[in-house]
């Protein structure tokens, strides 16, 4: 099971960025899958999520009003946008797949999770 987190890159404040999560088929298809992400020191703590068909969506406070997640199940692919980017957005992020029957965005509640992707915001 292998899912890929993509798009990272050094960003001014106030500008936006779009991550990518992709993953096999089998490892995609009918599963929620969430955003996370690691500042230095820090948990590593949701941002976001979705669920398998993308009509229900999840969002950390801190980021609310300014990421978007989205899926394209066709092409296997989970999106965040983000807008209006802070320097507090700083933080490696990584994409994960819930686990068969949790109903949790907590980290014990993922099943798998992808190599991260170095998000940097400058002010």
């Known amino acids: 099971v292998q899912l890929q987190a993509s798009g990272g890159g050094l960003v001014q404040a106030g500008g936006s960025l779009r991550l990518s999560c992709t993953a096999s088929?089998?490892?995609?298809?009918?599963?929620?899958i969430g955003w996370f992400r690691q500042a230095p020191g820090k948990e590593r703590d949701v941002v976001a999520g979705?669920?398998?068909?993308?009509?229900?969506?999840y969002y950390a406070d801190s980021v609310k009003g300014r990421f978007t997640i989205s899926r394209d199940n066709i092409n296997n692919t989970v999106y965040l946008q983000m807008n209006s980017l802070k320097p507090e957005d700083t933080a490696v992020y990584y994409c994960?797949?819930?686990?068969?029957?949790?109903?949790?965005?907590?980290?014990?509640?993922?099943?798998?999770w992808g190599k991260g992707t170095l998000v940097t915001v400058s002010s």
């Open positions: 088929a089998r490892t995609f298809s009918g599963y929620a």
């Open positions: 979705i669920n398998w068909n993308g009509d229900s969506t």
């Open positions: 994960a797949r819930r686990a068969p029957g949790s109903s949790t965005w907590g980290e014990n509640g993922m099943a798998y």
